[in-house]
């Protein structure tokens, strides 16, 4: 079977080849009939995947391991990658698994090169390009609910504004406004806690978490509203400037997404942390229109792009 990069030209072509079988995937069994099962299953192995003194590679593996339960597509694939490394509590932030950033292109130096994370609280380098991946080939996930209320409606997000309008600002803010810390999420359980047991099925539990989630989250709307419309212009500018190519044109994309202020004082924001959400936002584009025809074919990119 031939493999198709990037280069593969858009339309219905693309759509095929995105659906062609990934070589050597087990057909899914009946033991692994169901998304929780596959869920605890991939999990497991990928788990043992970040266990590597190579996240980037680890990385890469997501979307080739034999051991990694899909149905034989690239999507599909995506999809499992997604709902194994999902957060506990917050939809569409894939860092359920923890990671480092070894072995990825670059420095960690504030303002430095590459994609290495300068902040050690936020240097998940998988599990953040994955983040911004998932928010760009599924943009319903603002929809998915938080404490009983959609992750929209506590981002604050107008009720006109498209989901791929919503999680691209939340994908750009997450580098111009500070990450929220534990202290955050703590509060957010202590008021949780609060909450009567009627309204959360007889247990304080729900409350308590779901709090600390709503807390974070709150954060991540200070993130999502410091977007601006230049901010929207120079970030659309980088990723065209990406090309559509087996290696991306990251030379010509910096001077745009360097139009985009960061205060590097912000705990978690970094030009290192922006560059790898366009490159993940471009796979998930990608992959969505069809570009990549195996599972080994996105592998193979992201070594050629992000590893070191």
Request: neutral net charge; proline residues 6%; hydrophobic residues 40%.
């Amino acid at each position: 079977m031939s493999t198709a990069t990037p280069d593969t030209p858009l339309g219905p072509l693309g759509a095929i080849l995105n659906q062609r079988p990934i070589k050597g995937r087990a057909e899914l069994t009946p033991a692994l009939s169901t998304p929780e099962a596959r869920r605890e299953k991939n999990g497991a192995r990928i788990k043992a995947l970040s266990k590597s003194q190579d996240d980037c590679e680890a990385l890469a593996l997501l979307f080739s391991d034999q051991g990694i339960t899909d149905d034989n597509t690239v999507p599909g694939r995506l999809k499992e990658i997604l709902a194994a490394t999902e957060h506990w509590a917050i939809p569409g932030l894939q860092t359920g698994i923890a990671f480092s950033d070894r072995h990825f292109k670059g420095d960690q130096k504030p303002g430095g090169e590459g994609f290495r994370d300068p902040w050690e609280s936020s240097r998940n380098q998988v599990g953040h390009f994955l983040t911004a991946v998932g928010m760009s080939f599924e943009p319903a996930v603002v929809r998915r609910r938080v404490g009983g209320i959609t992750l929209r409606t506590l981002l604050d997000a107008p009720e006109a504004m498209l989901d791929s309008e919503v999680v691209r600002r939340l994908v750009i803010g997450h580098e111009k406004a500070a990450d929220p810390s534990l202290g955050d999420a703590a509060i957010g359980a202590l008021v949780g806690a609060a909450v009567p047991v009627g309204i959360t099925g007889g247990s304080p539990v729900p409350g308590i978490l779901g709090g600390a989630a709503i807390a974070v989250i709150r954060a991540f709307r200070a993130q999502f509203q410091a977007v601006t419309q230049s901010d929207i212009i120079a970030w659309d500018a980088a990723l065209a400037a990406l090309g559509n190519n087996t290696a991306l044109n990251l030379g010509a994309a910096e001077p745009e997404l360097r139009k985009i202020p960061i205060v590097y004082e912000n705990r978690g924001n970094s030009i290192q942390d922006l560059r790898l959400s366009l490159c993940g936002w471009y796979l998930g584009r990608a992959i969505t229109a069809g570009r990549f025809a195996s599972g080994e074919a996105i592998a193979t990119w992201v070594r050629k792009n992000l590893h070191d």
